[in-house]
Structures are given as structure tokens and as C-alpha cells.
């Protein structure tokens, strides 16, 4: 529909609507259904919400719903039709209310946005610092040797946690899972290829090839003991980038935390940290 047949049909609409409230005006006055009506009215003025006009910015007025504006410069080779029909359905969105439902969403959107425009600004001004050295990276690797490494691990699993130091010291001493298996025939026991997985180093007081784990309590009741087979480590030129990365991360976060710091004090703010009912419970 173009806007000249849109400004027609709402002419047309007008015209309807002022020959029937002639008629109505002329018809004799019922008390019972003038009631009815002025209760409907007064329903509808009740759940109905205002829909602030916002003033008037330069550029050129194409369209306006309900007095409110819509700009040439809006429309961004979209259809003048739909940026109507889009207004339409927000004006009523607004009268049924939904805005208060979005509230908290668009302040929480905004207090994110302020944010972390506030951390951009920080590091965008924060005085040039030395870059990231080779040698830097590098002494970060021999660090943290054990982050950049995959190890491979085999697991006995056995019902009965009575089993657990001794099962444990029999693979310390270097006897091989299986054969420690077969050494109970009568009980369930397993021996499981599990493969490279580094959640489950947390178990090794040493990351060595034969190392052995303490005993571990699965999910599904049972009880297991982990040993290293193989170590492969991550070469430093693949590593590179990503320590590049954490450590200039770690840098940015200091920065922002001394900016945090020196706000709270210039700022006056007080700090105050409430205790929950179920901390408290917890350290009880």
C-alpha cells in the first residue's frame, strides 16, 4: 500500500467515524446502554498506557502514527509500509503494557553496555606498556610445562573401596593394571583405555609416565586408580599465541582492577559484603 492510498483509507476512516458519532448524537439517549458504554470507555482508558511522543529531531517527517514521527532517514531502503506497521504494533505493545515487562532486560542491557565501554575507555588510555616479549612467552611455558602438555591415562575400576591401597600400591610398585586385574578373578574388575584427558591430572601429585593416582570415587558408586602412560607435550609454536594472549589478558585485568580500586576511593563508595544464611550454615 503506498502512503497516498494509507492517507486515503485514513481520511476515509475519519469521515466513517464522524458520521457515526452524528447518528449516535441523534439517536434518543438509553440509560442503560449510555452506562454500558461510559463503563466500557472507562475499562479501556484504565488498561490502556500512554505512548510518549518524543520531540522532534531535524529531518524530514515522511509518515506520523498516532503523532508520532517517522523519518526519511529511518527507513534505510525498507518499505514505508512496514516502518508503519512496526509503529503500530509498538504503540500497542506499549498500551498492553509490555514495556514494564522489558524494563529490567533493556537496564540490564544498558548497566553491561556501560561497563564495558568504561573497561574500553581504561585500556584505550592507559599508559603504553612494554609489548609481549618472545622470552616473556617463553618463561611462561617452562612455568607452566604441565598446561601444555596432553596426557594419556589408563583407569582400573573395582567395586569395593577395601580394594583401593591396595590396588594403588600395586601399580606404584610398577605392576601392570591387567595383571593386577587378573589377580582377582571372583571381583569385577576393569582395566579402560580413557585417553588424553586433562580434567583427570588433578589426581596426580606428579604428571611422570607411570605415575599413579589415589584412589578415585566414581559417579556411579564404584572406585578406580589412574595411571599415566604416555606424556605429549604441546610445542612452544603452537602454544605461543595463546600465552601471548593470557598474558596480555592478565595484564589488561590488573589494569582494571587498579582502576577499580582508586574509583571506589576517589569516589567515596562503601563496600559492604552481606554474609548469606547459607555461607553461614556451610562453615558452621
Known amino acids: 500500500m503506498t502512503l497516498r492510498k494509507f492517507a486515503l483509507l485514513f481520511t476515509i476512516l475519519i469521515l466513517i467515524g464522524c458520521n457515526q458519532s452524528d447518528s449516535n448524537s ?36 515522511v509518515a506520523r502514527v ?3 514521527p517517522i523519518y526519511e532517514d529511518s527507513i534505510y531502503g525498507r518499505n514505508l509500509e512496514h516502518l508503519i506497521n512496526e509503529e503500530i504494533i509498538y504503540q500497542d505493545g506499549i498500551s498492553r503494557g509490555l514495556d514494564k515487562q522489558y524494563r529490567a532486560r533493556v537496564r540490564n542491557f544498558e548497566r553491561n553496555l556501560i561497563i564495558q565501554g568504561i573497561k574500553v575507555n581504561i585500556l584505550e588510555n592507559a599508559e603504553p606498556t612494554k609489548e609481549t616479549s618472545d622470552e616473556d612467552i617463553k618463561n611462561y611455558y617452562e612455568s607452566n610445562k604441565d598446561k601444555y602438555s596432553h596426557v594419556s591415562l589408563y583407569e582400573i575400576s573395582f567395586p569395593d573401596s577395601k ?18 586385574a587378573d589377580s582377582y578373578p571372583d571381583i569385577p574388575i576393569t582395566v579402560n ?14 604428571i611422570e609416565v607411570g605415575s599413579v593416582s589415589e584412589v578415585i570415587q566414581k559417579p556411579d558408586g564404584t572406585f578406580s586408580v589412574l595411571k599415566i602412560a604416555e606424556i605429549k607435550d604441546i610445542p612452544f609454536n603452537t602454544a605461543k599465541n595463546s ?24 569516589n567515596n563508595m562503601t563496600i559492604e559484603i552481606i554474609e548469606q544464611e547459607s555461607n553461614k550454615e556451610k562453615n558452621q
Open 26 to 61: 441523534e439517536a434518543p439517549a438509553d440509560d442503560n446502554t449510555g452506562t454500558g458504554d461510559k463503563q466500557s470507555q472507562s475499562s479501556m482508558n484504565e488498561n490502556t498506557s500512554v505512548v510518549e511522543t518524543e520531540p522532534e529531531r531535524e529531518g524530514k517527517v
Open 66 to 68: 498516532n503523532g508520532q
Open 163 to 180: 580394594l583401593g591401597s591396595e590396588i594403588k600400591d600395586k601399580a606404584r610398585s610398577g605392576e601392570e593394571l591387567q595383571t593386577i
Open 193 to 206: 583405555n580413557i585417553g588424553y584427558n586433562r580434567a583427570m591430572v588433578q589426581h596426580f601429585t606428579a
Open 243 to 266: 600465552i601471548k594472549y593470557r598474558l596480555e589478558a592478565a595484564r589488561n585485568a590488573q589494569m582494571i582492577d587498579s582502576y577499580i580500586r582508586k574509583a571506589a576511593e576517589e
